[in-house]
């Protein structure tokens, strides 16, 4: 077997399969499945066409993995056209499900990806979303999930940090996604407090409660979005925000910092500021400044840019986002933001329309149109 010439014609097979139609992500995927079914029949059956028998065993992968997605999508199409069920026995084992698909045997990703999708209800496209891959990829990561665990006992319940991670996943979902789970992440947080002393519990409860606080103020009447500089702060739940406070000192006190207090603190400080313009900016760079060395993910980069930003000026924080890929999601948004603040109109109006056609849910993609509109209607004037 010459892998040489397998590794060869590698680029040139995945650059077919992508003018045929295949995104880049599912082209590799089933480019790697040909490959590994190249080295198991090659060997007793060589072709005399080896470039172009790779292009149909990979193409057919790809088919093969996209019928499995449709189908895949329909029954989850399914699922929730079925009618509620009826009564049930007051037995509330859903944590310990959590705990049980945190099974030591899969990576802490895949693990995450599996409950979300078996046990937090979440459709395969929103985890994709949370995790910003392509809906294909995470399909795949929760198939080899799937495989992994077939056939093992589930006598191993995974450690506390993996769940955590597919409770603070499941609520950012339901704080803003297509559906509502931000209240039951809240409980089962909750109830996970109660059994665990644990200080990133107990930050994790506390940034999901500083957060739920705020929500009632983060839509118009009208359902459109209102970013946290323009909400009205009485329609804030000042009780939430005590507790959470309170839940947050109590963890910081151990003097445990993790990545999830880290982040309670931030949502403290905009929590604690009774205007927009009170908000302690500079505080909050610097906990994002303790973000980052705990978890240096382009989004934490992204919201230290915006921090930076109102900390020290709308220079310094494109300064702070040049560095960032801007690819990443509501990195054009941030842009906007940022340009409007330093005085350039007509870059931040073509920005936010850029950013519009590029959001995620309708309420965001309304909110940044009517921005373009009205820097556009100001230039007019």
Request: glycine letters at 6%; aromatic letters at 6%; proline letters at 5%.
């Amino acid at each position: 077997m010459d892998e040489a010439l397998l590794r060869s014609l590698t680029p040139s097979v995945l650059t077919i399969l992508v003018r045929r139609g295949a995104d880049f992500a599912a082209a590799e995927d089933a480019v790697q499945d040909a490959l590994i079914e190249a080295l198991r029949v090659w060997p007793a059956d060589p072709p005399r066409d080896a470039k172009g028998w790779l292009v149909t065993a990979a193409w057919r992968k790809f088919l093969d993995q996209a019928r499995s997605d449709s189908a895949r999508r329909r029954r989850e199409e399914l699922v929730d056209e079925e009618p509620a069920p009826g009564p049930t026995p007051d037995v509330d084992d859903t944590l310990q499900l959590y705990f049980l698909c945190a099974h030591p045997s899969l990576t802490p990703s895949s693990a995450v990806a599996l409950t979300l999708r078996a046990v937090g209800g979440l459709t395969t496209r929103q985890i994709a979303e949370a995790y910003l891959v392509p809906e294909a990829t995470m399909a795949q990561r929760i198939s080899r999930a799937k495989r992994t665990v077939s056939g093992v006992r589930f006598d191993q319940p995974g450690d506390v940090a993996t769940v955590l991670r597919v409770l603070y996943l499941a609520f950012n979902e339901g704080y803003s996604g297509d559906v509502d789970l931000s209240a039951e992440a809240i409980r089962l947080t909750r109830q996970l407090a109660g059994t665990i002393d644990h200080p990133e519990v107990a930050g994790l409860l506390a940034l999901m409660l500083l957060h739920h606080a705020r929500r009632a103020g983060r839509t118009a009447p009208d359902g459109s979005l209102v970013p946290l500089a323009e909400q009205d702060r009485s329609r804030w739940d000042t009780a939430s925000i005590a507790e959470g406070i309170g839940i947050l000192q109590a963890a910081l006190a151990r003097d445990r910092l993790g990545e999830f207090q880290a982040q309670a603190a931030i949502a403290a400080l905009h929590a604690d500021a009774f205007t927009a313009e009170e908000t302690d900016w500079v505080q909050i760079v610097e906990w994002y400044d303790e973000l980052l060395r705990l978890t240096d993910t382009p989004v934490v980069r992204l919201n230290r840019a915006v921090a930076v930003g109102e900390a020290d000026g709308p220079r310094a924080g494109l300064a702070a986002l040049a560095a960032l890929d801007d690819s990443l999601p509501r990195h054009t948004a941030v842009a906007a933001y940022l340009h409007e603040r330093d005085g350039d109109p007509d870059t931040a109006a073509r920005l936010y329309s850029e950013a519009a056609r590029k959001a995620p849910n309708l309420a965001e993609r309304d909110y940044l149109t009517r921005q373009a509109a009205r820097l556009n209607a100001d230039r007019r004037r």
